[in-house]
């Protein structure tokens, strides 16, 4: 319960300060580390849209850059929720997550048993 509620005030602040971001060249993610006017350097927000059906999920691989990760689950059939091992992300039903991951291979996997072929519903996330 508590990492459903800090996931939407943490979603509420990302929506907010995209918002409130205007045209400038230099942006809080830049002040923070350093790199005004660096805009190589700007942090890029990716996204991961999942559907999950009975007992598949409708990729195998899913690649990302390194940084800000969101992941969106949709069920299209049946009732299923993820975990992404390694990392905070854990979605029950429809909804979204956001974390920071470093490069690597994660493993995405169904965590609501969800019939016979639960075992088999897994994914890989890349992260370069």
Known sequence: MKKRIITIISMGLVLLLAACGGEEDINSTDIQTGNAGNSEANSVSETV????????????????????????????????????EGTDIEIEGDGSATASLEPGEYTI????????????????????
Not at 54 to 74: H, K, M, R
């Open 49 to 84: 849209d999942l559907k999950a059906d009975n007992w598949d999920f409708d990729q195998d691989t899913y690649v990302v850059s390194a940084g800000e990760v969101t992941i969106n689950l949709s069920n299209e059939e049946g009732y299923h929720g993820i975990a992404v």
């Open 109 to 128: 996997y169904c965590n609501i048993p969800c019939g016979e072929g639960h075992d088999d519903m897994v994914a890989t996330l890349i992260v370069e």
